[in-house]
Structures are given as structure tokens and as C-alpha cells.
């Protein structure tokens, strides 16, 4: 997006858009950055609890991402010394990684307390990177005019935290040879290229980086089938397909030339359209492992992807979407640059469109993933295997929709805990084959891994 000194883009946006996020501005003008105590981040380990540290931890990016929003549709310095706080809230906190994931080593022991001296990347590490550059991106002028000390610190942080460690060390989402990928891999790498591009960067690191990058995102792609099905869910394309499209559109501006090429890729293209394809009606999706049944509305970076691979499909299905519920400020998403995106697509999304075609019914044999629809049911038949990412034990498991409601059902998933993704996963319920609509044998259930899949 451009910066807050190009006045005439910001004020170029939809009315709508401009008041929207001045209005969401001023709003968290009036509220208090929460304070992240040391006893927040260490009662993950004594509890297993999650959602206590990151409600606060996800509050701090929300309220600095709606500051810096209204100060670029307003740009009359109001909200700066509240963003000035934000910053260096963020700037301060020991780690960037979640409590859940502060781990050296996939799947290994969780540490207390981040260590200063070896920052990991995990997924929100590499957000609040991608986001702090971008504020600096967009409001460098401004900071620096108040203290230059505020983006110095930035760009310090960004080296230390994200650069530095990403160029030297190797976190498992990168990938190495056969080992499996999921959607860590497209999202921390959209991010790092976000962080890293978004800001001053010498030639040879910027080498370097995309470089790394590509590989990362080619053990992401190897996982993937020619369908381009993401065994995760439609929750989840929303973290892998559509970061595996911000992560190419950047490569795509920073080497021109380089990978313009991948966008008429069948395979891209099949990833693309993964969410028109499991949408049932209205919110509801069809659903399998962790992902929910109403996963949410779709916006610009579903648009945007579909016309970039040439899909008008994917392109009308995001815009009637979008226009169902007119969402316009994103008010729950942590990534500055996502919001900064969808305000400067919102007058294309609102474009009038022709009723798109239910789809065909379709075999996602890379999944094992079957759905049928009449002009009053829709139905999905899980096959596949119970070795997901994400997994739950439902192989056999049907979705029926009757009139665009559901009929039979996946429950989901409750709130993630430490147990969650513990080697006590299918102890909880929501993850067991009697929760799904399927028969237990003499009181056996379904078990998890690989091996146990439909024939």
C-alpha cells in the first residue's frame, strides 16, 4: 500500500472505507494497550491454557493496526503518539512467539520464557514482524519526524528477531527434503518476505531471502496434490493457499520476471479455487479436522488470487461473498497488510456480478474428498486417510446439507490447548471417530496415522 504521505490514495478509498476505519481508530484511541506480564506467558506451561495470554497478545496488534489505518485516511497526526505506544509495546516484549509454540525444535519441549538470545519464528513471530515493517513502511515519514529513534528500533528488532535467525538457522517450517509441510510453511514465509521487502534491504540479503523462500515454498507444494485440496480445511487455505499467493505476489515484485511464470500453473490455480469448491451456502463450509463449519467471509486476497491465476470463478465467488456482509475493516485480523489490501480492493469487490454456477460435483482424490449437490442437498463423503495435518479420526464421515442448512454434521474442534497438539490429542472428544457419524465396533474406535485410510 502506499504510504500515509501519498495523500491522494488514501483519499482515493470508498467513503465507506475511510470512515470505517476512522471511526475504528478513534475507538481504540479510547482503549488501553493490555499488559503482558511474565505470569501471562507462563501460565501456558502451568495450565495448558491458550487463550488467556493471546486475547491480550492479539488485542495489542488489533488496536495498533486500527491506529495506524485512521491515521492514514486522516493524516493530521492524532492518533501518532498512540501508535508510538503500540510500536514499542511490541518492541519490548521478550519474544514474538506464542507461548504454544516456543519451542526450539518441531513437536519439542515448550520453554517457559522466550530466550532473548535465540528468537524463535513460529507463525505470529513472523506477523508481528511482517506488521511492524509495515507500519514503517507506511508511516516512516511520520515517526521519524517525531523521533527517528522509533523506526531505527523497528528495523533493529525486524534484524534481530526475523532476518538474522531466518537467514542463519532452520525451523522446521522451511522445509527439509520429505518432511511434511503444512500451513506454517506458506504463512511464516508470506510474513518473512513481508518484513523483510517491506523495509531498506541490501541487495545480496534480499538474494538470499528469496532464495529461501522459494525453497520453503516448494517443500509447501510437494505436499499438495495436482487438485490443489488442502486437507486442512477452508479455515486453513485461508493460511496456506492464500499466503502461498501474497508470498508469490511479493516474489513476484521483488524479482520481476522471476516467477510470473506460476501463476498459469494448473496446480496453483487448483489451490486457488479450493474455497469456491467446499462452500456449501451463506457461512457455511464444508468441513473436516480442524476447520469449522462457518469459516468465514471471503475478500480481497481470495479475489485477488483468483485474478491473478485466471480464474473468474474464484474472483465473482470472493466478490459475492464480500457482498453478502460487506465487511470493511477487518476488524479482528492482526496483519496490517492484509487490512491494508482488502481497503484498497473494497471498490472492486463491491462491483455488481452475475450469479455464479453451483459447482460440478467433485472428487478432491488427492484428500479423498467427494461432494454432491442437487437443487436441495449437498453432501461430502471424507475418505482419505487418518494421517492428516490437523487430523481427526473420520474416515467414512458424511456432511449433508438440506435447503442450504446443516442436516448431519461435523462438529469441529473446541478451543486449542496445550493438549491439543499433544501426544493426548485423541483423547478429546471432538477429535474421535464416535463424535463423527460413524459406527465404533465392539466399543473400537477409529485410531490416528496413515495406515488407516478407506480402500
Given at each position: ?49 491458550r487463550v488467556a495470554f493471546e486475547a491480550k497478545y492479539f488485542a495489542r496488534r488489533r488496536l495498533l493496526n486500527a491506529l495506524v489505518l485512521a491515521e492514514c485516511v486522516e493524516y493530521q497526526g492524532r492518533f501518532l ?54 507500519v514503517a513502511a507506511l508511516l516512516s515519514h511520520e515517526l521519524n519526524a517525531i523521533a527517528p529513534q522509533i523506526v531505527h528500533r523497528i528495523d533493529h528488532e525486524l534484524a534481530r528477531r526475523i532476518i538474522a535467525p ?256 499433544s501426544p493426548r490429542r485423541y483423547e478429546i472428544w471432538t477429535m474421535q471417530s464416535a463424535w463423527h457419524n460413524l459406527p465404533t465396533f465392539g466399543g473400537v474406535m477409529q485410531h490416528d496415522g496413515e495406515m488407516f485410510?478407506?480402500?
Amino acid at each position: 500500500g502506499p504510504p500515509a504521505t501519498d495523500i491522494s490514495a488514501w483519499l482515493g478509498l470508498l467513503e465507506e472505507v475511510r470512515t470505517t476505519l476512522l471511526a475504528a481508530g478513534e475507538d481504540a484511541l479510547e482503549t488501553a494497550f493490555p499488559n503482558l506480564a511474565a505470569a501471562d506467558y507462563l501460565d501456558y506451561g502451568r495450565t495448558g491454557n491458550r487463550v488467556a495470554f493471546e486475547a491480550k497478545y492479539f488485542a495489542r496488534r488489533r488496536l495498533l493496526n486500527a491506529l495506524v489505518l485512521a491515521e492514514c485516511v486522516e493524516y493530521q497526526g492524532r492518533f501518532l503518539d498512540r501508535i508510538i505506544d503500540g510500536v514499542i509495546a511490541l518492541c519490548e516484549e521478550s519474544g514474538w512467539q506464542l507461548p504454544a509454540h516456543n519451542s526450539q525444535v518441531r513437536n519439542g519441549p515448550r520453554q517457559p520464557l522466550p530466550d532473548v538470545d535465540q528468537p524463535v519464528i513460529d507463525l505470529f513471530a513472523a506477523e508481528t514482524g511482517a506488521q511492524l515493517a509495515v507500519v514503517a513502511a507506511l508511516l516512516s515519514h511520520e515517526l521519524n519526524a517525531i523521533a527517528p529513534q522509533i523506526v531505527h528500533r523497528i528495523d533493529h528488532e525486524l534484524a534481530r528477531r526475523i532476518i538474522a535467525p531466518y537467514l542463519a538457522r532452520h525451523f522446521w517450517w522451511m522445509g527439509n527434503g520429505d518432511e511434511p509441510m503444512n500451513n506454517w510453511t506458506a504463512w511464516c514465509t508470506q510474513n518473512v518476505l513481508l518484513a523483510a521487502f517491506s523495509r531498506p534491504i541490501d541487495p545480496d540479503t534480499g538474494a538470499r531471502i528469496v532464495r529461501q523462500a522459494a525453497v520453503s515454498l516448494d517443500a509447501f507444494l510437494k505436499d499438495y496434490g495436482e487438485d490443489g485440496a488442502c486437507e486442512e480445511g477452508v479455515l486453513y487455505y485461508r493460511h496456506a493457499g492464500l499466503c502461498l499467493f501474497n508470498a508469490m505476489a511479493i516474489l513476484d515484485t521483488v524479482a520481476p520476471g522471476g516467477f510470473s511464470v506460476l501463476w498459469r500453473e494448473p496446480k496453483i490455480r487448483n489451490i486457488s479455487e479450493y474455497a469456491a469448491k467446499v462452500h456449501v451456502a451463506g457461512d457455511w463450509y464444508f468441513n473436516f479436522a480442524d476447520c469449522p463449519a462457518q469459516a468465514g467471509p471471503c475478500g480481497a486476497r481470495e479475489f485477488l488470487f483468483g485474478r491473478a491465476v485466471g480464474s473468474p470463478q474464484l474472483a465473482d465467488f470472493a466478490a459475492l461473498d464480500w457482498q453478502r456482509q460487506r465487511q470493511i475493516a477487518l476488524p479482528d485480523e492482526i496483519n496490517l497488510f492484509y487490512r491494508v489490501q482488502h481497503a484498497f480492493t473494497v471498490e472492486a469487490l463491491a462491483t455488481p456480478r452475475a450469479a455464479i454456477p453451483q459447482p460440478d460435483d467433485t472428487f478432491l482424490s488427492s484428500v479423498g474428498l467427494f461432494m454432491a449437490r442437487d437443487d436441495r442437498f449437498a453432501l461430502a463423503v471424507k475418505a482419505g486417510d487418518n494421517g492428516d495435518s490437523h487430523n481427526h479420526n473420520d474416515v467414512g464421515s458424511i456432511i449433508l446439507y438440506k435447503d442450504g442448512q446443516p442436516l448431519l454434521i461435523d462438529v469441529g474442534v473446541e478451543s486449542y490447548t496445550a493438549k491439543t497438539f499433544s501426544p493426548r490429542r485423541y483423547e478429546i472428544w471432538t477429535m474421535q471417530s464416535a463424535w463423527h457419524n460413524l459406527p465404533t465396533f465392539g466399543g473400537v474406535m477409529q485410531h490416528d496415522g496413515e495406515m488407516f485410510a478407506a480402500r
